[in-house]
């Protein structure tokens, strides 16, 4: 028989930038859990995890769920289905566990194939979008720093939730007029203040409003869709597939993060399901390294909004991969994530 694949698993420290905060915390560093795959011939596959407490998830939860699952290893990358299935079966719960492992499997295969994923996958490079930089909710006075420095980003993510709303984008408009802008209120607002505030997105120009409510408030996010003329995108209220159906008519669109979806193969799922019921994709990502940056960069020509700048709010990313020169997203050539270590 075969030897199954080795797993070994590190914690990584993420400094960033500058502290970042939304709507329900903010932070000054971030870890993440990095998880290599290393098949009999010493090939290589790279993931890395996530985790959110707001899904309910640790990087001690992550140590303990990628220990567990070393008793359960494929003997090979290239069962895709049946490898993600049993992480299903094995890690239920362990959303961004189980896209670090999808991750470094698609990794692995790519490796042995000698393509990148976006290849194995038939898509053109050529055709990802550009994408948002984020801008975290800050005093006025920072908040300008950040949009000076977020000068080669075209479109700019702001996000509100919090009471100082209409200063924020005051401040961001001071310094970026023209630039597009699109909000993230982080399950920040209720059905009464995100009705009131459209004027004020129209007034600023906001183009797209990310989740206002609390995630289970499916029924409000419809009201506020009724009353909005930019599209409605939920985030926080749509974790996989299955959570689609309830949402169509009630949003405009979803955003696909891995580190919630826990799969690339049920990302794309997911957007096979979006476009059926004629709906907007965005994909999403957390505060992390270009590992888990690149490995959605690749389905991106699928895509109509890209939010993928995660590891470009890190001090000092250890790896380069999918790059947002100028906005601009670009997708590695090399086989696999095309990830390599800075
Ligand atoms: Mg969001």
């Known amino acids: 028989m075969p030897a199954p694949l080795q797993l070994t698993a590190d914690v990584l420290t993420l400094k960033l930038k500058h502290p970042f905060k939304i709507a329900r915390h903010s932070y000054e560093e971030v870890r993440t859990v990095r998880v290599v795959l290393r098949d009999a011939d010493g090939l290589e596959g790279l993931g890395e995890a996530t985790p959110q407490t707001f899904y309910g998830e640790t990087v001690a939860t992550a140590l303990a769920a990628l220990n567990f699952y070393s008793d359960y290893l ?21 959303n961004s566990v189980r896209a670090a492992i999808s991750t470094a499997l698609h990794d692995l295969v790519g490796k042995r194939l000698g393509v990148p994923l976006y290849k194995l996958w038939g898509l053109d490079a050529g055709k990802a979008p550009m994408s948002t930089f984020t801008i975290g909710i800050d005093t006025p006075e920072r908040i300008k720093m950040k949009v000076r420095e ?18 924020i984008l ?44 609390v995630r289970t408030d499916i029924d409000g996010l419809g009201e506020i869709r ?15 597939a299955s959570d689609i159906p309830p949402l169509v008519g009630k949003v405009d669109g979803i955003n696909i993060k891995l580190a919630k979806t826990g799969s690339l193969r049920e990302a794309i799922r997911m957007i096979a399901i979006a476009r059926a019921h004629h709906m907007m994709v965005m994909v999403g990502c957390m505060v992390e390294t270009s590992i888990a940056i690149t490995a959605p960069a690749h389905f991106t020509p699928l895509v109509d909004i890209v939010d993928l700048d995660g590891a470009a709010l890190l001090a000092d990313d250890p790896y380069v991969g999918a790059t947002i020169d100028g906005g601009q997203l670009k997708i590695p050539d090399g086989p696999g994530l095309g990830v390599r270590a800075r």
């Open 170 to 213: 005051t401040a961001i408009r001071e310094v970026a007029p023209t630039k597009e802008l699109r909000v993230d209120a982080n399950c920040g607002w209720t059905v009464k203040q995100a009705i009131r505030n459209l004027p004020m997105l129209a007034e600023f120009g906001v183009t797209v409003l990310e989740q206002p409510l």
């Open 226 to 240: 009724r009353h909005a003329s930019i599209p409605v995108i939920a985030d926080e209220s749509c974790i996989v």
């Open 74 to 94: 494929p003997e090979t990358a290239f069962d895709l289905e049946e490898a993600e299935r049993q992480l299903e079966r094995v890690l239920t719960g362990n």
């Open 150 to 167: 977020a000068a080669q980003y075209p479109v700019l993510k702001v996000k509100v939730g919090r009471d100082n709303d209409r200063e």
